[in-house]
Structures are given as structure tokens and as C-alpha cells.
């Protein structure tokens, strides 16, 4: 059930403000990222754009919800900038791909050719905003989708940490941190898609993701000490060729999409495993 009508306990929203924020985010990301190469390319420049643009809209839209609560401009700038973000995700993958993979189809290719998961960022948020207009507030199946997909950007953020670290092949045992901790994520948050789980199991999912914050804030400090020590002439050099400093946050981003789930899932769940079985058996 809804915990309160006021705005800043209406989880609907902040999770349009976790969107909005990471869209936004997202622009330093791209441009950082395609500085490799000066953003030779100019399909470089679509997320870009729209990662400035975007966010402008989405405030429009939160405007407009809080003016009429779930009303018709907030609905459809939400569709927009969601089935927008969800298309520039999926090319950006095709793109990235192309780069190199899909000449030799190998696994080393594969290591090697632009980060091939970083654009299914733009896609999970987009699909975050589609479900949250697809998908009641007080359904019982909201936090759900919530935890799916901070459970889908966790094993990408699996995928990415094992591929990304294996270009250095694992030279400093510490890149093994984060491939080892997201799997862990990986693991606790499908188990409420497995089997029922209680209000215990959120407490110690919560627990495990404050790990997965601790482990992005040490990456955080790992690759920026790395770009200082860097041999490029300059710290921008340093950045921009060298380990990624924003890659790491991804983890307390993740955290705190799966906290907004499983705040809303708490309430919903029995409190331990003895109180559903008298629920289901009184």
C-alpha cells in the first residue's frame, strides 16, 4: 500500500529523480568516454544530446505531475524520453559492438572493443520510466520491477568489472573486489524472483549492498589515485586514457535503485518465515 500522499515519501517519484539524475550524469560519462578519440564519430554526440536535453524534459514532466498527479504531460514526456533512452541504449550496444567485435567474434575482441554494456545504461533507465507509467504505484509488482532491473545492472556491471579489468589481465589482485561482489548482488537479488523471501531478507540484502557502496567508493579512490600517478603528461590525459574514476560509482547508484525496491517491498512481506506460515495456516 501507498506509505503517504506526501511527495517526498512517493517512492513513484524519486525514482523519476533517480532517473533524471543519472541522465543527466550520464553527459559527463559519455563525454569523458568518447574523448578517447575526440568524438570522431558523430553518432558519439546523439547520447550526448541527449543526456542535456532530456533532463530538461523530465523536469517539465515532474512539474506537471506535481500541477495534476499522473496526468497527461507527465505520462507522455515520461514515454518520450523513456522509449527514446531505451533506442539510443540498444544502437549504442549494436555501435560498440561493431567496433570491433562483430569482426572477429572472439572473446578477446570482445575485451578489447568499446564497453560494449555501458549503453544499456541509457536502456535500463528508459525502462525504468516506461514501468513506472505501466505500472501502479500501490502494485504489489512495482518494487519488483525495481529490483529486476538494479538486478539487470548489477550483471552488467559483473560483466563489465570481469572485461574491463581483464585488459591488464588482473594485475592488481584488488580488480577482483568488484567482479566478486556484484556476483554476490547478483545472486541475493534473484532470489526474490526464485522463491518467497521476508522482511530478514531485505535487512540482509541491504546489508550486502552497503558492501557493493563501500566497494564502488574504494574503486572510486583505486582508479583515481591510478590516473594521478598516471605517465601522461597532464591528469586530464591520465583520465581520459586511463582507468575510468566514474566507473566505480556505478555500484552506489545500483545500491540506491535496489534500496528504493526493497523500501517499498519491505512493507509488503512477512516479517520472518513463521509469521507467513501462520498467515497462510491460521
Not at 504531460?73 to 523513456?82: A, E, K
Not at 556476483?183 to 541475493?188: E, P, S
Request: hydrophobic share 55%; with cysteine; glycine share 8%.
Amino acid at each position: 500500500m501507498p506509505r503517504a500522499n506526501s511527495w517526498w515519501r512517493d517512492h513513484r517519484r524519486w525514482l523519476e529523480l533517480f532517473v533524471l539524475v543519472n541522465i543527466a550524469f550520464l553527459a559527463l560519462d559519455i563525454w569523458l568516454a568518447h574523448s578517447v578519440n575526440q568524438l570522431r564519430e558523430p553518432a558519439e554526440y546523439w547520447p550526448l544530446y541527449f543526456s542535456l536535453v532530456a533532463p530538461l524534459v523530465m523536469i517539465i514532466a515532474l512539474i506537471a505531475d506535481c500541477v495534476q498527479p499522473r496526468g497527461a504531460v507527465w505520462r507522455d514526456l515520461g514515454y518520450l524520453v523513456g522509449w527514446l533512452s531505451i533506442l539510443i541504449g540498444m544502437v549504442g550496444v549494436i555501435l560498440h559492438l561493431n567496433s570491433h567485435f562483430f569482426y572477429e567474434r572472439t572473446l578477446k575482441s570482445l575485451v578489447y572493443a568499446a564497453p560494449f554494456a555501458a549503453p544499456l545504461a541509457y536502456a535500463g533507465l528508459g525502462l525504468l520510466l516506461v514501468m513506472n507509467r505501466m505500472v501502479a504505484a500501490d502494485d504489489g509488482e512495482w518494487p519488483l520491477w525495481v529490483l529486476l532491473l538494479a538486478l539487470g545492472g548489477f550483471f552488467g556491471n559483473f560483466v563489465f568489472s570481469l572485461t574491463d579489468h581483464a585488459q591488464n589481465g588482473f594485475y592488481h589482485w584488488t580488480e577482483w573486489i568488484p567482479v566478486i561482489t556484484s556476483a554476490f548482488a547478483v545472486g541475493f537479488l534473484t532470489v526474490p524472483f526464485l522463491t518467497p523471501v521476508t522482511q530478514r531478507f531485505v535487512w540482509v540484502s541491504a546489508g550486502l549492498l552497503g558492501v557493493q557502496a563501500a566497494v564502488g567508493v574504494l574503486g572510486f579512490f583505486l582508479h583515481m589515485s591510478g590516473n594521478l600517478a598516471g605517465v601522461s603528461p597532464t591528469l586530464w590525459e591520465n583520465i581520459v586514457f586511463g582507468a575510468p574514476p566514474l566507473a566505480p560509482l556505478l555500484f552506489p547508484n545500483l545500491v540506491l535503485l535496489a534500496f528504493i525496491g526493497l523500501w517499498v517491498l519491505h512493507p509488503l512481506l512477512p516479517a520472518s518465515a513463521t509469521t507467513a506460515s501462520q498467515t497462510d495456516h491460521p
